[in-house]
């Protein structure tokens, strides 16, 4: 009898350890992202569901994605940043590499990063875009600079395409009331039944030079039928779109320039 307790006793301890296990790297994973996130509160992010009009007419919308004009979701989130004098000076790029940086090399996608590089999945095709080969492919963390943008057709984790990039210079900032700096990222498969794109901005006021606003906008779409996508999961990636646009942002805010 007490033989067998102390088996029933030992098979439950390891059962126990078992669960703990998971439930202690979940812990461990959800700390990560709030100490990663918690410098951008959600309050100070202004979030819409409708897209610029500049991304409505782009070439990654309306050439690659979704040609068709077939229903679509959207999401546009939007954050000012004041800019300390020594940080003025800092280009539109190395905002947005840095921004890329901590969206796709934080803690937030950890997750999902580690499955993707582990499968190695091939889940983004586009006609319009070059095909996936090992030069144009990043699936180290380290890839990502800081200072500089992936070219165009480069692929991160087999996942998202670098679709376009604009970068205005500060010449071309100075001389017009507002500017805005962009790189897009395609997702999903022309000829499947999901495809979308992000695109990630730094905006500029020569009213306010002081000033940056850092906008997130995203788009997906069934572009072989026109079907509306699942609302679960829009509201699923709502929640997630959030969570990384904080660190994108947060990112910016760990430069030595701002955290000074």
């Given at each position: ?46 979030s ?90 990043i ?21 998202f ?20 700096s962009?790189?897009?990222?395609v ?49 699923f ?24």
């Amino acid at each position: 009898m007490a033989l067998g307790l102390r088996h029933i006793g030992g098979r439950h301890a390891l059962a126990l350890a078992a669960a703990a296990i998971p439930c202690a790297l979940v812990v461990k994973h959800g700390w990560e992202v709030y100490t990663s996130i918690r410098a951008v509160y959600t309050r100070r992010v202004v979030s819409s569901s409708g897209l610029s009009e500049n991304f409505k007419q782009s070439h990654t919308l309306k050439t690659l994605v979704n040609p068709r004009g077939h229903a679509s979701s959207a999401d546009r989130l939007a954050l000012d940043l004041d800019l300390p004098k020594n940080a003025r000076d800092l280009s539109d790029e190395v905002l947005l590499a840095t921004f890329i940086h901590g969206f796709f090399a934080g803690k937030v996608l950890a997750i999902e990063r580690l499955l993707l590089q582990t499968a190695r999945p091939t889940l983004v095709s586009y006609t319009g875009l070059n095909p996936i080969s090992a030069s144009n492919q990043i699936w180290k963390t380290e890839e990502f600079s800081c200072e500089t943008l992936p070219p165009v057709h480069s692929v991160v984790f087999g996942t998202f395409q670098v679709s376009h990039v604009k970068l205005i210079d500060s010449k071309e900032s100075q001389a017009e009331p507002e500017t805005e700096s962009s790189v897009d990222f395609v997702f999903g498969k022309d000829i499947s039944q999901f495809a979308g794109a992000h695109r990630f901005s730094i905006v500029r006021s020569s009213e306010n030079p002081a000033r940056v606003k850092v906008v997130y906008e995203s788009t997906a779409c069934n572009p072989t039928r026109n079907h509306h996508l699942s609302g679960i999961l829009l509201q699923f990636h709502s929640f997630y779109a959030m969570l990384l646009f904080r660190e994108g942002v947060s990112e910016i805010l760990r430069m030595p320039e701002l955290s000074a």
